[in-house]
C-alpha cells in the first residue's frame, strides 16, 4: 500500500483528547493507494483511496461532506472504499474499490465557487492516480458536480446526458434496493407480495425518496423520517406516517429501511430493532463486524448493504456501453435481488451471518480473477 500526503493538512492544536472522533484502524490499511492532499483553489482536504485494482480500475463515488476532522473523512474514505471492492465483486462486474472525500471542516460554507473549486481540486486529485481510480457522484455530490471533475480528469462517469455522460445513478440504486426489499420478504415471509407490508424508511434522499414512491404505489404501508424536514411534504404527499429520525429504528413494522450515512445498525440499535429484516440503501450500515451476529441472535434478516445498493455501479460500468440495451440493464438491477436471495439462503444453510456469505460471494470472485 502506498500513502501519498501532497500538502497535508496541519495538526490542529488540541487538548490531549483524540481529536478524531471516528475510530481508525489499528492496523495498516490493506489499501494499495491513499492519497491526502489539500486542494490547491479550496484549500480542503481531499482523499482518495484505492483499495483494490484486482479486477480492473477502481469505481467508487466521490462524497463531499462535512466532518468535525480531517482524519473522520480519512476513516470514511477507507471503510466506504473497502465496501466498494466487496460491491463491485459481488456484482460480478470487471472494476476494483476505490472512494473519495472532500473534508469540508466545521465552521465552513461552500457557496456554489466553492463547491465548483472542490470539485476541480477532486479532478486534480484523481488524475494524479494515473487512471487507479475513476469518480462518480455520491453524497453531496451530482452529475452536474461530475461535470466540473470532468474538466480536470477523464476517469469520472455519471457526467449529466447533455454532456455525454449516462446521468446521476439513483433511479438504478433504487431498483437495486426495491429488488432486494422483495426478495427479502420472501426469504422471511414466504411471499414477494409488498401490499399491506409495513416499511420504516429511514432517509428521503435521491434514493430513499424514490423508494418510498414506488413502494406506495405497490401498497405498502410506510413510515418514513429524514434529519431535512422539509422531506415531510414527500410524507404527506404519499400518506405515510411522519417519525422523528431518532425514533425510525424503534417502530414495529416488517422491514427497517436505512437509507441515510453509514453505522446505524449499533449494538443499541440492533437490541432495539422491532422489525423482521433490514434491507436499504445506506453504505456501511453495521457500525462494526460483530453486528451482523447480533441480528442473526436476534433473528432479524439483514441483507447485506454493498450488494442490496449496488444498482448504482452497474448502472454506471453498463450504461455507458453502446451495446449494452434497456432490457440487458434492467435485467442486472433484478439480478440484484437473485444475488441477495441466494446469499440470504446460504447463511442460513451454513449456519452464518449474511455478512459472511456475502464476503464469501465477493472473494470467491476476486480469488477467481487472480486464478
Known amino acids: 500500500m502506498t500513502i501519498t ?8 492544536t488540541a487538548p490531549a483528547a483524540p481529536a ?27 482523499i482518495v483511496a484505492v483499495h483494490s485494482t484486482a479486477l480492473g480500475q477502481a469505481l467508487g463515488g466521490a462524497r463531499l461532506w462535512r466532518y468535525d476532522h480531517w482524519t473522520d473523512a480519512l476513516a470514511d474514505a ?9 460491491k463491485n465483486a459481488a456484482a460480478g462486474l470487471p472494476r476494483g474499490g476505490g472512494k473519495s472525500v472532500v473534508c469540508i471542516p466545521p465552521g465552513v460554507e461552500l457557496d456554489e465557487p466553492g463547491r465548483r473549486d472542490a470539485m476541480l481540486d477532486l479532478g486534480d486529485a484523481v488524475e494524479s492516480l494515473a487512471g487507479a ?13 461530475m461535470a466540473v471533475v470532468a474538466e480536470r480528469t477523464a476517469h469520472v462517469c455519471g457526467l449529466p446526458p447533455e454532456q455525454g455522460g449516462v446521468g446521476e445513478p439513483a433511479d438504478a440504486t433504487a ?35 424514490r423508494l418510498a414512491r414506488r413502494l406506495a404505489a ?10 431535512a424536514e422539509h422531506t415531510r411534504a414527500l410524507a404527506d404527499e404519499l400518506g405515510a406516517d411522519w417519525v422523528e429520525p431518532a425514533d425510525a429504528h424503534r417502530v414495529e413494522a416488517d422491514v427497517f429501511v436505512p437509507c441515510g450515512l453509514g453505522g446505524v445498525l449499533t449494538p443499541q440499535v440492533v437490541d432495539e430493532l422491532r422489525v423482521r429484516a433490514v434491507a436499504g440503501a445506506a453504505n456501511n450500515q453495521l457500525a462494526t463486524r460483530d453486528v451482523a451476529r447480533l ?23 453498463l450504461a455507458a456501453s453502446p451495446d449494452v440495451t434497456r432490457a440487458e440493464l434492467d435485467a442486472r438491477l433484478a439480478g440484484i435481488g437473485h444475488t441477495i436471495a441466494g446469499v440470504l439462503r446460504e447463511a442460513d444453510a451454513a449456519g452464518t451471518t449474511t455478512l459472511e ?6 472473494a470467491a470472485r476476486l480469488q477467481a480473477a487472480g486464478d
Do not use: C
Open 133 to 145: 481510480y475513476m469518480t462518480a457522484e455520491d453524497v453531496g455530490t451530482s452529475a452536474e458536480l
Open 357 to 362: 456469505a456475502a464476503e464469501r460471494l465477493a
Open 218 to 227: 405497490e401498497g405498502a404501508r410506510l413510515t418514513v423520517t429524514d434529519v
Open 5 to 12: 500526503h501532497a500538502a497535508a493538512p496541519a495538526a490542529r
Open 78 to 86: 477507507l471503510r466506504l472504499s473497502q465496501a466498494m471492492t466487496l
Open 20 to 46: 478524531t472522533s471516528v475510530e481508525l484502524p489499528l492496523d495498516a490499511p490493506e489499501h494499495e493507494r491513499v492519497l491526502i492532499t489539500r486542494g490547491r483553489r479550496s484549500k480542503l482536504t481531499i
Open 295 to 317: 441480528l442473526r441472535e436476534r433473528r432479524i434478516t439483514w441483507a447485506p448493504d454493498f450488494i442490496a445498493n449496488a444498482g448504482g455501479v452497474v448502472y454506471l460500468d
Open 175 to 209: 431498483a437495486g434496493v426495491h429488488a432486494s426489499i422483495v426478495a427479502t420478504l420472501e426469504h422471511v415471509f414466504g411471499s414477494r407480495e409488498v401490499r399491506g407490508r409495513h416499511l420504516v424508511i429511514a432517509g428521503l434522499g435521491q434514493v430513499g425518496g
